[in-house]
């Protein structure tokens, strides 16, 4: 009977530790997970200093529209980034990438029209490579969690892109003038 006993705590106990691992593997994070978390932190850590800049340096009252809207955006998206890599434990890095480091120093030195086409571009740019990396991370991840806030994320950078393209064309048209 102690025998019976035993192995059936034996049984329930390797259940149970079986559970336990299958709920700490269902989050596993892949290297494209921990890569997207990473550079979508970069990027909006770039994109708030971006959208301020704008608000600051900006000629045309688009780009400060634009520019508060996407820092405001980012800053929301971020702080769900953070959320989400604390409890998934994965360390993200204190500042932008040296590229987009590059970029804002670059903006930083520029004003008037000459700031506002550039930015204008630079961000279209820059919108246009973050939807590609968070569709990649949407078709590709490991990561339900992750994923599922590329979901969220995706259609803010459609929005802002979409922004963009409107502002670049008006920017444009008041530098023609």
């Known amino acids: 009977m102690n025998r019976k006993w035993t192995s059936m705590i034996a049984a329930m106990a390797l259940a149970m530790l079986c ?6 593997n269902s989050n596993n994070l892949s290297p ?14 770039e994109e708030i200093k971006a959208g301020t800049l704008a608000q600051s340096k900006g000629r045309a009252k688009v780009v400060d529209t634009a520019g508060r809207m996407l820092a ?8 769900k980034l953070r959320q989400t890599a604390h409890e998934l434990g994965v360390a993200l890095p204190s ?7 590059h970029t804002l120093h670059q903006l930083a030195s520029m004003s ?4 506002d086409k550039m930015w204008t571009a630079k961000e279209r740019e820059g919108h246009k490579k973050a939807i590609r990396k968070t569709q990649r991370e ?12 590329a979901r969220a994320t995706l259609p803010v950078l459609k929005k802002h892109y979409n922004e963009l393209q ?12």
């Open 19 to 24: 559970a336990s691992a299958y709920a700490a």
């Open 32 to 45: 494209q997970d921990t890569a997207w978390i990473k550079t979508a932190h970069q990027i909006n850590l």
């Open 72 to 79: 405001s955006d980012h800053q929301r998206l971020d702080s």
């Open 95 to 101: 500042e932008a990438s040296p590229k987009e480091q």
């Open 112 to 115: 008037g029209s000459e700031f």
């Open 138 to 149: 949407i078709a590709q991840g490991s990561s339900q969690q992750v994923k599922q806030l």
């Open 166 to 177: 409107k502002s670049g064309a008006l920017v444009q048209k008041e530098l023609s003038r």
